[in-house]
């Protein structure tokens, strides 16, 4: 069985960075897409980033491109989310998710197998 373990919200103030992280256990990875999703109050899930593990082909979504960075460690196997500049707007709890690597669109929610727990992530004014 995969688990997916978020791990590095908190409270930041607005322009801080903040650093997420998932930990992938259960199963290989090499092949997969792993992506981040951001869920806040009264919103539906929505893509925030991708990363295809064995090609690093990255993804984003508009509103976080030049301010937010994937990347994959192979040893660790986790996977990163880098997020500078950050505004109150970013607040919601953030998911890590794995897909299969023939995934062509990978900003759709649905498509995404596994999921962990989540992780809060708040921006003050």
């Known amino acids: 069985q995969v688990q997916l373990v978020e791990s590095g919200g908190g409270l930041v103030q607005r322009e801080d960075s903040l650093t997420l992280s998932c930990a992938v256990s259960?199963?290989?990875?090499?092949?997969?897409?792993m992506g981040w999703f951001r869920q806040s109050p009264g919103n539906e899930r929505e893509f925030v980033s991708a990363v295809r593990w064995s090609s690093h082909t990255t993804y984003y979504a508009d509103f976080v491109k030049g301010r937010f960075t994937i990347s994959r460690d192979i040893d660790k196997n986790t996977v990163a989310l880098q997020m500078n500049s950050l505004r109150p707007e970013d607040t919601a709890v953030y998911y890590c998710?794995?897909?299969?690597?023939?995934?062509?669109?990978?900003?759709?929610?649905?498509?995404?197998?596994?999921w962990g727990q989540g992780t809060q992530v708040t921006v003050s004014s």
């Open positions: 259960g199963r290989a990875v090499d092949s997969a897409v």
């Open positions: 998710a794995t897909a299969s690597p023939y995934l062509s669109i990978v900003s759709r929610a649905s498509d995404y197998e596994y």
